[in-house]
């Protein structure tokens, strides 16, 4: 099996929290240099909202998120979370996460999602006020 897979969705208040989690085989923990979380709104454009580089643990952010979103790997499990804090209505989208073998532009940059070459399916978070 080679894939990715999300989940962790769910519809949540306002100021509540989610855990996402993106289980992947064994091949993107040894292999993959960084792997990131994705989300798209309806009508809007793609977004990274996180990444983790794999061989040195390093993060980044984008400014939309932080200080509320966490993002770690547990590398015995084979997974990355994103664990998402004080929620907004405007975190609401489908959240995506990607793997990506060879070093991305910095998040932020526009076209840095081509990178990522393995996608997982996708997760639907709904945050109401």
């Known amino acids: 099996q080679e894939q990715l897979v999300e989940s962790g969705g769910g519809s949540v208040q306002a100021g509540g929290a989610l855990r996402l989690s993106c289980t992947a085989a064994?091949?993107?923990?040894?292999?993959?240099?960084?792997m990131a979380w994705f989300r798209q709104a309806p009508g809007q454009e793609r977004e990274e909202v996180a990444r983790?580089?794999?061989?040195?643990?390093?993060?980044d952010y984008a400014d939309s998120v932080k200080g509320r979103f966490t993002i770690a790997q547990d590398n015995a499990k084979n997974t990355l979370y994103l664990q998402m804090n004080s929620l907004k209505p405007e975190d609401t989208a489908m959240y995506y996460c990607a793997a990506s073998f060879a070093y991305p532009v910095g998040l932020g940059t526009p076209n840095a999602f081509k990178a990522f070459r393995h996608w997982g399916q996708g997760t639907q978070v709904t945050v109401s006020s």
């Open positions: 064994s091949r993107y923990t040894y292999s993959t240099v960084c």
């Open positions: 983790f580089y794999t061989d040195s643990g390093n993060t």
